[in-house]
């Protein structure tokens, strides 16, 4: 069972225009949204995260909107980078409980900006 | 300060051999992680400890995998034997405490021929 829907696979933008990538999951028990950065070769790294008492959160470039209602979450990037081509995760965990605040991954975006 | 670091980096075997991967945490963080990331997916979880204790191992492939956090801070996961579906990338990531961020290391990639 996908937990965490991510969308699309793949994206192509122009330097700088806004990159879109959404997210959908279907616990109602997630209370925590990051989104990762992972880099060829790298390991992932925390980019932005959101809890849902919130509808927006903006560090920058980056912006997750979040939607608690239709459950889905989605990062922005403003004024997209050739450095910013990489592979989005958005994830999702528990506030506690049984999961033992798991995160569950997306499938994950391949960003290509082109310059 | 020092990120997880892992090693090797990169393994290939043959199918029913064995093969181990090494764990450093970021120092002072109790929480370590073992993910798997297929290609083209995102990192699955396999075990997660809290210091040298189990917290959650449900998806851990318990017939071929183990994995030890002895005296809390480094770690070994270990496949024996191998299969083809075993081919991905192994993830280690560390947070001071369950809650918190998880910072994750470069990976192995292992080839399962």
């Known amino acids: 069972q996908q937990q965490v829907k991510q969308s699309p696979q793949s994206l192509i933008v122009q330097k700088g225009g806004i990159s879109i990538i959404n997210c959908a999951y279907e616990?109602?028990?997630?209370?925590?949204f990051p989104w990762y950065q992972q880099f060829p070769g790298k390991g992932p790294a925390l980019l932005i995260a959101?809890?849902?008492?919130?509808s927006e959160k903006k560090e920058g470039r980056f912006t997750i909107s979040f939607n608690k209602s239709a459950k889905q979450f989605s990062l922005h990037i403003m004024d997209s980078q050739p450095g910013d081509s990489a592979t989005y995760f958005c994830?999702?965990?528990?506030?506690?409980?049984?999961?033992?605040?798991?995160?569950?991954f997306g499938k994950g975006t391949l960003l290509t900006v082109n310059p | 300060e020092a990120g997880v670091a892992q090693s090797p980096r990169y393994k290939i075997i043959e199918k029913r051999q064995s093969v181990a991967f090494w764990c450093n945490p970021i120092?002072?963080?109790?929480?370590l992680y073992w993910y798997q990331q297929i290609l083209g997916q995102g990192p699955k979880l396999l075990i997660q400890?809290?210091?040298?204790?189990?917290?959650?191992d449900s998806q851990l492939p318990k017939d071929r995998f183990s994995a030890e956090r002895l005296k809390g801070v480094d770690s070994t996961l270990k496949i024996q034997p191998a299969k083809l579906e075993d081919s991905a990338v192994y993830l280690c990531?560390?947070?001071?405490?369950?809650?918190?961020?998880?910072?994750f290391g470069p990976g192995t990639r292992l080839t399962v021929l």
């Open positions: 994830a999702a965990r528990p506030l506690g409980g049984g999961s033992n605040y798991k995160l569950t």
């Open positions: 616990n109602t028990a997630f209370d925590y």
């Open positions: 400890f809290q210091n040298n204790g189990v917290v959650d």
């Open positions: 959101i809890r849902p008492d919130v």
């Open positions: 990531a560390s947070s001071l405490y369950l809650t918190d961020t998880q910072y």
């Open positions: 120092s002072g963080h109790a929480t």
